[in-house]
């Protein structure tokens, strides 16, 4: 069963436009969540986050949307960089758990 | 400051062996979490460790057990290795117990033959 969900296996962007990254998850008791980020031979790196208290959280050219009602976030890039090239990986804190997201891989084009 | 470190960081082992790795959290982080990572999945929650107790465990058998120690670092043991074990095991430090970002270490790839 799983609570969080990324359906968009990979998706290609070119240099400069937005990326759009999306995720679902199921758990109505999750309150909160983040972003991951992972190139190849390393482990993910904290991106950004947003508590369910917001709709809408920015940091510089990453901006992290939630919609509670539809039980969906999106992560927005832009612009997007050939560097932002990764799996990204959407998670939510769960009892002493987090729980990931199977990742969606961006790949942005110069 | 040094971040989440483990190590090894690649490991290869047989069918029946037993493997210890390592990791060593960020400084002043006392939470410790493990996660086994299969290619094209998201990590898998194993355990949590807070102040050298367990305090969560993920759906993965008994072969696989861990401990903190009480300079906060960390090992994870699995014993009688499968084909199926194979991954990535990423270790993750945290602030508290409960600590709402974790921070993770580059991970240690485990092919077993």
């Known amino acids: 069963d799983q609570q969080v969900k990324q359906n968009s296996p990979s998706l290609s962007v070119q240099e400069g436009r937005i990326s759009i990254l999306n995720c679902d998850y199921t758990?109505?008791?999750?309150?909160?969540f983040l972003w991951y980020k992972k190139y190849p031979a390393e482990g993910p790196t904290f991106l950004i986050s947003i508590s369910s208290i917001k709709d809408k959280n920015e940091d510089g050219r990453f901006t992290v949307f939630l919609n509670k009602s539809a039980k969906h976030l999106s992560l927005h890039i832009v612009p997007s960089q050939p560097g932002d090239s990764a799996v990204y990986f959407c998670a939510a804190p769960y009892g002493q758990n987090f729980v990931f997201g199977p990742g969606t891989r961006l790949s942005v084009l110069p | 400051d040094a971040g989440v470190t483990q190590s090894p960081t690649h490991l290869i082992k047989t069918r029946g062996q037993h493997v210890t790795l390592r990791c060593s959290p960020i400084?002043?982080?006392?939470?410790v979490s493990w996660y086994q990572q299969v290619l094209g999945q998201g990590p898998q929650f194993i355990f949590q460790?807070?102040?050298?107790?367990?305090?969560g465990r993920g759906n993965f058998p008994d072969r696989f057990s861990a401990r903190q120690f009480p300079n906060y670092s960390s090992e994870l043991n699995v014993n009688a290795l499968l084909l199926g074990d194979s991954a990535l095991y990423l270790c993750?430090?945290?602030?508290?117990?409960?600590?709402?970002?974790?921070?993770f270490g580059p991970g240690t790839r485990l092919l077993v033959l």
């Open positions: 460790y807070y102040e050298k107790e367990e305090r």
């Open positions: 758990n109505s008791m999750f309150d909160y």
């Open positions: 993750a430090s945290s602030l508290m117990e409960g600590s709402e970002t974790q921070y």
């Open positions: 400084s002043g982080h006392k939470s």
